[in-house]
């Protein structure tokens, strides 16, 4: 019963339907398809949630990202302005993966992350 009504910001939501049989091909093919939306909106100034499917693929998404950026030449948007304090914090994290995509603007959450 929680619509879009319960939001103080509103989300919109896209479904992509990839028909690709070949696993890492289709892989490849759905993070084009994501990165694609995503630079589109954050060029638009929008901040930009993924949601995938796995916790594994959480952290393999983000690093998609990151190499579709690299590729496309959009290095800017995925480069996180964090202050002193913030990288000190950063750095006690357990969490390698969260150390590895937070300074690079991605930020990820998965029911299986470690509490600090």
Do not use: C, W
């Amino acid at each position: 019963y929680f619509d879009h009504n319960y939001r103080p910001v509103p989300l919109d939501t896209y479904f992509f339907g990839v028909n690709e049989k070949n696993f890492a091909k289709r892989e490849h093919v759905m993070n084009d398809i994501a990165f694609e939306k995503a630079v589109k909106s954050i060029q638009e100034g929008y901040q930009v949630m993924v949601f995938v499917h796995s916790r594994k693929k959480t952290a393999m998404g983000g690093r998609a990202f990151v190499e579709l950026a690299a590729k496309h030449g959009h290095t800017e948007m995925f480069e996180a302005d964090l202050s002193p304090t913030q990288q000190k914090d950063l750095q006690k994290s357990r969490n390698k993966e969260l150390v590895e995509l937070a300074p690079k603007a991605v930020g990820i959450h998965h029911a299986g992350m470690l509490r600090s």
